[in-house]
């Protein structure tokens, strides 16, 4: 079974461009989560999707967007990019939401903005 | 405030050697999870630890969930190379939040 796909690994942006994420969650799985993980901060959540509709959001600025297709890949889009989004953007999936599901993740987009 | 607190931030011990990294909370969680990670790569989960009082043992690898579920324990014995990464734990807050502590960086020398 294949586990969670993230593409591309690594990405060098600008200041001002925007950028589009894509995650394939394991064959089967519903559940897309999006997190940003820096050195300083740790794994941030950003926002949850389960059968393409965002269910759950963190704290993030309005630039930070996504979405869900019926096949349940996700997209993730940073528009207008900011020095302070350079991190690694990781997707996780699950079968279902919240308790006792178990998020599987990907390997990860290594965003740079320069 | 981070709503799952992990120490130490850092450990840096020498192969063979036994140690214990600690996740804490002021809340309840329904369960914990653990998960390493090596650079440039995703987290890989370890174990879920759902019962108050549970402990799990992976290989080398003891996992302890505490009695009133706010608090979690890895246990490493004898421990290798190979097992240096981030060690994270992450758990389901009664909140339906899926929380991650900020980790311990685990370096272990040959």
């Known amino acids: 079974k294949a586990g969670v796909t993230q593409t591309p690994r690594y990405l060098i942006k600008t200041r001002g461009q925007q950028v589009t994420l894509s995650c394939s969650p394991i064959s089967g799985h519903r559940s897309v989560s999006w997190y940003q993980q820096t050195p300083g901060q740790g794994l941030q959540f950003l926002f949850e999707?389960?059968?393409?509709?965002?269910?759950n959001k963190g704290n993030f600025p309005g630039r930070f967007s996504g979405r869900q297709f019926s096949n349940s890949r996700s997209e993730m889009n940073v528009s207008t990019l900011e020095l302070g989004d350079s991190a690694l953007y990781l997707c996780?999936?699950?079968?279902?939401?919240?308790?006792?599901?178990?998020?599987?993740f990907g390997a990860g987009t290594r965003l740079s903005v320069l | 405030t981070q709503l799952l607190e992990q120490s130490p931030q850092f450990l840096s011990i020498q192969e063979g050697e036994n140690l214990t990294v600690y996740c804490n909370s002021s809340?309840?969680?329904?369960?914990l999870q653990w998960y390493r990670q090596e650079p440039g790569e995703g987290p890989v989960l370890l174990v879920t630890v759902v019962t108050g009082g549970e402990v799990k043992k992976l290989k080398r690898l003891t996992f302890q969930f505490g009695d009133a579920r706010k608090d979690s324990s890895l246990h490493i014995t004898a421990a290798q190379p190979g097992d240096t990464g981030l060690y994270l734990c992450a758990g389901w807050d009664y909140g339906q939040n899926f929380v991650f502590g900020p980790g311990t960086r685990l370096s272990v020398l040959p």
């Open positions: 999707y389960f059968s393409e509709t965002q269910r």
């Open positions: 996780a999936s699950s079968l279902g939401r919240g308790w006792g599901n178990i998020q599987y």
């Open positions: 809340s309840v969680f329904s369960s």
